[in-house]
């Protein structure tokens, strides 16, 4: 399909991968949950745990964070 000087793709493709990422970041927020009791008490445990780990932690629990994303949350 042409939107003025854009192509934008559509059909069963595009439907299949918006609703594969859609499951994928479903079932990791899912696994998260283990993790971060996990990871929570090893830095419950961490005399010495920061707030700057944190962006760490939270990139971790995601897992499949894009590259982007990432680089903008250390950022900031």
Do not use: W
């Not at 939107?3 to 990422?21: E, L, N, Q, Y």
């Not at 899912?30 to 971060?36: E, I, T, V």
């Not at 010495?48 to 903008?72: F, G, H, S, W």
């Amino acid at each position: 399909m042409r939107a003025g000087d854009r192509d934008i793709a559509v059909g069963p493709a595009t439907s299949f991968r918006s609703s594969a990422t859609a499951a994928d970041r479903a079932v990791d927020r899912l696994r998260a949950r283990a993790r971060s009791l996990h990871v929570g008490k090893l830095m419950d445990a961490s005399i010495t745990a920061k707030p700057r780990r944190l962006i760490p932690y939270c990139l971790a629990l995601m897992q499949n964070v894009p590259d982007d994303e990432q680089k903008k949350l250390v950022q900031a």
